[in-house]
Nanobody, 124 residues
Framework: QVQLVESGGGSVQAGGSLRLSCAASGYVSRACLGWFRQAPQKEREAVATIYTSTGSTRYADFVKGRFTISQDKTDYTVTLQMNSLKPEDTARYYC??????????????????WGQGTQVTVSS
């Protein structure tokens, strides 16, 4: 069993920064942890993932160079640092976990555990 508790988020103007954190507990020493987002009337999409045992990361093209995912292996807290935010980044952001080798899949169905989500709003 894995539990995910998100924190961070909020409102910021375009060009600003926010940091999201996800405290993961349970068996996550070999797991894919990641951030997904869902805007109103849009499908949930992957933003960035990290494989805990190797630290390998993947990013969606629309956040490359702006967002950074990292982990604290002492307690498996995963952080998403979001810089140069744009209004189109406005969404509810969810932390997710799955037993997916090297985060080789971003299929939502393969992510077994999800957090409650945290809102990010970017104004122009």
């Amino acid at each position: 069993q894995v539990q995910l508790v998100e924190s961070g988020g909020g409102s910021v103007q375009a060009g600003g920064s926010l940091r999201l954190s996800c405290a993961a507990s349970g068996y996550v020493s070999r797991a894919c942890l990641g951030w997904f987002r869902q805007a109103p009337q849009k499908e949930r999409e992957a933003v960035a993932t990290i494989y805990t045992s190797t630290g390998s990361t993947r990013y969606a093209d629309f956040v490359k160079g702006r967002f950074t995912i990292s982990q604290d292996k002492t307690d498996y807290t995963v952080t998403l640092q979001m810089n140069s935010l744009k209004p189109e980044d406005t969404a509810r952001y969810y932390c997710a976990a799955g037993a997916i080798w090297e985060c080789g899949s971003w299929s939502l169905a393969e992510y077994t555990w999800w957090g409650q989500g945290t809102q990010v709003t970017v104004s122009s």
